[in-house]
């Protein structure tokens, strides 16, 4: 301890991402002494995230050198300490600071990598595969007559009863299985505004079902 | 019909999250599940999103691994 012209101080510890939420928020505060630091710190917090995340996902992602993998941990830790610094303010302890500054981490990477895996893929954006929905897949049981009148129901469906946006979104996301951020992307939309455009297409397709007797 | 291709086209059947409401309870609801607290009561809707967005899913199942 330091006395200071009558004030106690005690030495301020390196945050780590075992400290308190109350030392993040007391070395984070705009004017607190060793603010530098603590800011340093949160990005070697955030860093450490992000290299979680990419280690994760690493066997969908052998075609990418290591260096570039740690360029995308790296953009994501820088991108998160923004988006955290920006947010401080709303932080309402309903959790520990560090489960809430991961995921800001976690998302810039989870978004990069799913964007970076599908690089290479073509994405089909008015896919007609949902009219192949029925069809008995290749070496699968043929017998299902159930599954296979929902199928057909539901191909009926999105035929008839989603508009051709939901249609579109619906197909990419649900049937041929594109990344919701990798169509966020091409449809320069956002994650919010698509899934919500699922969900919908989702509930007609249910309400249609529902009416047609289904149990779904 | 637990068909994976059904589930994906259909989605939650109970009333879930949207993505954006689902980040911001995020780290609440991975804490109460770490500490045993009742998750799904304190944050209703959380699961059945979980279950109908993968991309969530996948940062949900990281932040549990990362923060436990």
């Excluded at chain 2, 059904?6 to 109460?32: H, Q, S, T």
Aim: hydrophobic content about 40%.
């Amino acid at each position: 301890m330091t006395a200071v012209r009558g004030a106690t101080f005690a030495p301020r510890m390196p945050l780590t991402a075992s400290s308190s939420t109350q030392a993040w928020l007391d070395g984070l505060a705009v004017g607190a002494g060793g603010r530098d630091q603590a800011i340093e710190a949160l990005h070697a917090l955030l860093l450490r995230a992000a290299r979680f995340e990419v280690s994760r996902r690493r066997a969908g992602l052998s075609h990418v050198r290591g260096e570039r993998l740690e360029d995308v941990a790296n953009q994501a830790a820088d991108d998160a300490l923004v988006a955290v610094l920006a947010k401080l303010h709303t932080f309402r302890g309903a959790s520990r600071f560090t489960t809430w500054a991961y995921k800001f981490a976690l998302l810039e990477a989870g978004v990069r990598l799913r964007r970076r895996a599908w690089q290479e893929r073509e994405v089909v954006l008015d896919s007609d595969s949902w009219t192949r929905l029925a069809e008995p897949a290749r070496g699968g049981p043929e017998s299902h007559a159930e599954r296979a009148e929902l199928l057909h129901a539901v191909s009926d469906s999105i035929g008839a009863d989603l508009t051709p946006h939901q249609r579109q979104v619906l197909v990419s996301l649900a049937v041929d299985g594109v990344p919701i951020d990798v169509l966020v992307e091409r449809l320069g939309t956002t994650r919010g505004a698509l899934y919500k455009t699922l969900h919908d297409a989702r509930k007609k397709l249910r309400a249609a079902l529902t009416e047609r007797g289904f149990d779904v | 019909m637990s068909d994976e291709r059904i589930k994906r086209l259909l989605g939650p059947k109970a009333p879930e999250l949207l993505c954006d409401e689902c980040f911001d309870k995020l780290d609440e609801y991975v804490d109460l599940e770490l500490r045993g607290s009742a998750a799904d009561e304190a944050v209703p809707g959380m699961r059945p999103h979980l279950e109908g967005c993968p991309a969530c899913r996948e940062e949900y199942e990281s932040l549990r691994e990362l923060a436990g």
